[in-house]
């Protein structure tokens, strides 16, 4: 069983803050990986993607891939109230024709203004 | 440009019934995913086409589910004599190609009574 695994939270921090969502997952083989922010009733929203390890920056968005360590994490610098919201973490497991995502049950987040 | 678009935003059916669900991906996107999200539950993959191949369904949880794309587009997602358990929100996602950045559709919200 492929799985992704991501604490549920809820993370609180101050807006202005830095948050850290961190995921971790079981296929050593995998190759890409995602994250999406979920708002309440309303459908995933893709705002990085990371397919090498190290960093990568969108703005206020830092994406951290450790390919060895299985392990991958979403930094938000100056968290704004509108930043609350799930995030999830998708990878694209390893194997021949496997495109679909694998995701994890996400960790929601509030920014305290 | 446009994104996906899924029909209808919201469905209420009777146990026993078969609905349709339908989804209109990013023109130009020749991979489509059907996943479905549940109540605590962590989104799960159904079914995934890409272009003319032939579809990956490992996801669909049993025979009632089926699905069609027709054209190299347009998605329809059945279920046949529906249950309560199949109450959730249905999503479609699209990709340029196979292993690309998925974009999510608005999904229906399926309850069946």
């Known amino acids: 069983q492929k799985e992704v695994e991501q604490n549920s939270g809820p993370l609180s921090v101050p807006e202005g803050a830095i948050a850290s969502l961190n995921c971790t997952y079981s296929?050593?083989?995998?190759?890409?990986f995602f994250w999406y922010r979920q708002y309440s009733g309303k459908s995933p929203e893709l705002i990085m993607s990371?397919?090498?390890?190290g960093d990568k920056e969108d703005g206020r968005f830092t994406a951290q891939l450790n390919k060895a360590s299985q392990y991958v994490s979403l930094l938000i610098r100056d968290s704004q109230p509108s930043d609350s919201a799930t995030y999830l973490c998708?990878?694209?497991?390893?194997?021949?024709?496997?495109?679909?995502?694998?995701f994890g049950k996400g960790t929601k987040l509030s920014v305290i203004p | 440009g446009a994104g996906v678009s899924q029909s209808p935003s919201n469905k209420v059916t009777e146990k026993g019934k078969d609905v349709e669900l339908r989804c209109d991906p990013i023109?130009?996107?020749?991979?489509l995913y059907w996943y479905r999200q549940s109540l605590g539950q962590g989104l799960e993959f159904l079914i995934y086409?890409?272009?003319?191949?032939?579809?990956?369904k490992s996801g669909l949880p049993s025979d009632r589910f089926s699905a069609e794309r027709t054209g190299g587009s347009v998605s329809t997602l059945t279920i046949q004599r529906t249950q309560q358990e199949d109450s959730a929100v249905y999503l479609c996602?699209?990709?340029?190609?196979?292993?690309?950045?998925?974009?999510f559709g608005p999904g229906t919200r399926l309850t069946v009574t």
């Open positions: 296929d050593r083989g995998s190759q890409s």
């Open positions: 990371i397919y090498s390890n």
């Open positions: 996602a699209s990709s340029r190609d196979m292993a690309g950045e998925q974009y």
């Open positions: 998708a990878v694209n497991p390893s194997g021949a024709g496997s495109y679909q995502l694998t």
């Open positions: 023109s130009g996107h020749t991979a």
């Open positions: 086409f890409q272009g003319n191949s032939a579809p990956d």
